[in-house]
């Protein structure tokens, strides 16, 4: 059964001090991890998909990197307005499914 | 696009009553997805369907619950008896032939709260 683990839970930063949230994963045969915003009362959101290790995206303040067992997403100088809970997910090949994580909940203090 | 809509945003029921939550995709988009969100166990799929076809639905957790898709444009979730339990916020996201198989672009709606007494 295809697993994900985030870590942090929460997360409070002041702004501008860069950090890194973790997603670990164990999945029979990774298509593609894939990162997610959601914030309050909302849907989530798509932000990025990474298919290999080694492979990295960014997206403003945030960059997604890939390993074998885990990967991270980078907030450099976080804006209040990235206080969110980010899901990180995974999709299996011959599954179009996506198994998300609880996620971890960042808040930005001004 | 008016993106995926979902009804009704907000259900208190009483344990024991029918609950039926609806779904209206993205035009264009050929799957549909059923999840339940809740705070112990975060985002978990309850069903999808490919061509208004179910393909997966070992989430849904019991008999209780039932999930159709009569057309591209519309489905439904339906809960029958409710339980307290059951609690929880619904989402439902649909994906386009190229995303959600190729790229796991999905598209969710704001969700259905349901809460069961």
């Known amino acids: 059964e295809d697993q994900v683990t985030q870590s942090p839970e929460a997360l409070r930063l002041q702004e501008g001090e860069s950090s890194s949230l973790n997603c670990s994963y164990t999945?029979?045969?990774?298509?593609?991890l894939f990162w997610y915003r959601q914030d309050p009362g909302k849907g989530p959101e798509f932000l990025f998909t990474?298919?290999?290790a080694g492979e990295e995206k960014e997206k403003e303040r945030l960059k997604a990197t890939l390993t074998k067992k885990e990967s991270f997403l980078h907030i450099t100088a976080p804006k209040p307005e990235d206080s969110a809970t980010y899901l990180c997910?995974?999709?299996?090949?011959?599954?179009?499914?996506?198994?998300f994580g609880t996620g971890t909940r960042l808040t930005i203090i001004p | 696009d008016a993106g995926v809509i979902q009804s009704p945003r907000h259900e208190v029921t009483e344990m024991g009553q029918e609950v039926t939550l609806r779904c209206k995709p993205i035009s264009g988009h050929n799957s549909l997805f059923w999840y339940r969100q809740t705070m112990m166990r975060g985002l978990e799929l309850l069903i999808y369907f490919n061509n208004n076809v179910p393909i997966d639905d070992s989430g849904m957790p019991e008999d209780r619950f039932s999930a159709k898709m009569p057309n591209a444009s519309f489905s439904t979730l339906k809960i029958q008896p409710s339980e307290p339990r059951d609690s929880a916020v619904y989402f439902c996201a649909s994906s386009s032939p190229q995303g959600g198989a190729n790229t796991g672009e999905l598209f969710f709606g704001e969700g259905s709260r349901l809460t069961v007494l």
């Open positions: 999945v029979s045969g990774l298509r593609g």
């Open positions: 990474l298919y290999s």
């Open positions: 997910a995974v999709q299996a090949f011959g599954n179009e499914k996506l198994t």
